[in-house]
């Protein structure tokens, strides 16, 4: 079974430009999070969807942040314009149906915001 | 609002000693889970072990066992035989009952296994 893909790697960008990243998840998987973690501190959840629907936002900047789902796989999470404080690891993850509490997480994007 | 909390900022453990990694959590809920996550340097979480708060005993993965007192909002972990594989950091982590809810984590402690 593949894991969950995130891509890319990592990112580099001045402040106030624009940045995206890409989730896969694992096949078959409804939920999907997308988390940032600050160096030094555990993962804060950004937006959480089901399927193509968002279930939790509450934590999202939405001044800066956007993410979509389209058809209920993939995901895109997008900041414009990035700033400083955003530098960080972006980790996606998705669990199964039937095992929600599980999470499956993917390698995370570095973004350095200079 | 549920909290974790990881007081142990770093850890270190001899090979094929063992240590255990505490953590302790807030919440007004009956029904919930409990996990321990490990990252290590190339940065995937891998889920260690979960533990359901319904259940009393306490839940086991081959080296990785916790200790789980519900009346007292704790939930160690204890890694047995410890192995130089094991250097990472880990992190506890809750989540509500409800059906896909989102985990809240703490903020990690980092192990480190001296050969």
Known sequence: EAGVAQSPRYKII????????WCNPISGHATLYWYQ???????????????????????????????????????????????LEDSAVYLCASSPRLRPGEQYFGPGTRLTVT | AQTVTQSQPEMSVQEAETVTLSCTYDTSESDYYLFWYKQPPSRQMILVIRQEAYKQQNATENRFSVNFQ???????????????????MYFCAYRRGSSGDKLTFGTGTRLAVRP
């Open chain 1, 14 to 21: 001045e402040k106030r430009q624009s940045v995206a990243f």
């Open chain 1, 37 to 83: 973690q600050i160096l030094g501190q555990g993962p804060k959840l950004l937006i959480q969807f089901q399927n193509n629907g968002v279930v939790d936002d509450s934590q999202l900047p939405k001044d800066r942040f956007s993410a979509e789902r389209l058809k209920g796989v993939d995901s895109t999470l997008k900041i414009q314009p990035a700033k």
């Open chain 2, 70 to 88: 519900k009346a007292a909002k704790s939930f160690s972990l204890k890694i047995s035989d410890s192995q130089l594989g094991d250097a990472a």
